[in-house]
T-cell receptor, first 114, second 110 residues
Framework: DSGVTQTPKHLITATGQRVTLRCSPRSGDLSVYWYQQSLDQGLQFLIHYYNGEERAKGNILERFSAQQFPDLHSELNLSSLELGDSALYFC?????????????FGDGTRLSIL | GDSVTQMEGPVTLSEEAFLTINCTYTATGYPSLFWYVQYPGEGLQLLLKATKADDKGSNKGFEATYRKETTSFHLEKGSVQVSDSAVYFCALASGTALIFGKGTTLSVSS
């Protein structure tokens, strides 16, 4: 158990819809990262928040947004969903925002777009 | 940009065989390097890390050495077990994010 909690585990929805994925980091971790895992693109970094502030952006679509709340949990919002958004979305956390520290991953949310 | 290339699988071995999974990287400077393992239905777990050249990371019988001359971080284990069957990812730290290779599936049979 990594200590990172993601909900829901599975999400099935239709094209054009909007969903919210939630992540609670390990106790004491200030950084939250979001990654997307798909068969064709592999694991791709989306966005990083540190103590409530956005620190870095990766290959995140404009239809996607994220935030980190004062209690340090984070939400990833995906809107105008397309079939290609079907993927496994991982959240990870670390103590600081230093890339040299290991990131601890949750079990992911599997998003299926019908 | 920064990137990681690892050998494509699947790798199929018998129990107690020697394992090598190759990983090479392209990066500016000398980033920290990681190996993560993903078991079916689970998230990624950190297996080992190395933060500078010639560092050797090790955990659970797995080892990898940070080689800056060959920009490599190959994963090795002397004697694999059925329980080692999983997908293995090589990664490097690029800024605050991790850049991952495509993953190598290892299947160990008894």
């Amino acid at each position: 158990d990594s200590g990172v909690t993601q909900t829901p585990k599975h999400l099935i929805t239709a094209t054009g819809q909007r969903v919210t994925l939630r992540c609670s980091p390990r106790s004491g971790d200030l950084s939250v990262y979001w990654y997307q895992q798909s068969l064709d693109q592999g694991l791709q970094f989306l966005i990083h928040y540190y103590n409530g502030e956005e620190r870095a952006k990766g290959n995140i679509l404009e239809r996607f947004s994220a935030q980190q709340f004062p209690d340090l949990h984070s939400e990833l919002n995906l809107s105008s969903l397309e079939l290609g958004d079907s993927a496994l979305y991982f959240c990870a956390s670390s103590v600081e925002g230093d890339g040299n520290q290991p990131q601890h991953f949750g079990d992911g949310t599997r998003l299926s777009i019908l | 940009g920064d990137s990681v290339t690892q050998m494509e699988g699947p790798v199929t071995l018998s129990e107690e065989a020697f394992l090598t999974i190759n990983c090479t990287y392209t990066a500016t400077g000398y980033p920290s390097l990681f190996w993560y393992v993903q078991y079916p239905g689970e998230g990624l777990q950190l297996l080992l890390k190395a933060t500078k050249a010639d560092d050797k990371g090790s955990n659970k019988g797995f080892e990898a050495t940070y080689r800056k001359e060959t920009t490599s971080f190959h994963l090795e284990k002397g004697s694999v077990q059925v329980s080692d069957s999983a997908v293995y990812f090589c990664a490097l730290a690029s800024g605050t994010a991790l850049i991952f290779g495509k993953g190598t599936t290892l299947s160990v049979s008894s």
